[in-house]
């Protein structure tokens, strides 16, 4: 089963999401909508982090839905 490693950083106002080890990151690059996309030696993107992420709530814990698909 695959792992997805999410991070809320409440005083950084970051949340950071990898579905990779973040181990590998090798490089980061920031998108005009203030999103940093995680990118391993090849390029390919293994987590992003959203730059001033509140939750809209005001409640500082992060509620998580998970979805599973099966195969039939």
Same mark, same amino acid.
């Given at each position: ?10 005083? %950084?106002?970051? #949340? ?13 690059? &920031? *998108? ?14 293994? %987590?992003?982090? #959203? ?13 998580? &839905? *998970? ?6």
């Amino acid at each position: 089963m695959d792992t997805i490693k999410v991070i809320h950083d409440a005083v %950084g106002q970051t #949340l950071t999401v990898w579905w990779d080890d973040p181990r590998k990151e090798h490089i980061c690059t &920031e *998108t005009p909508e203030e999103v940093v996309l995680m990118k391993d030696a090849t390029g390919r993107v293994i %987590g992003i982090e #959203l730059l001033h992420y509140r939750p809209s709530s005001g409640d500082p814990r992060l509620a998580v &839905e *998970t979805v599973i698909h099966t195969d039939t």
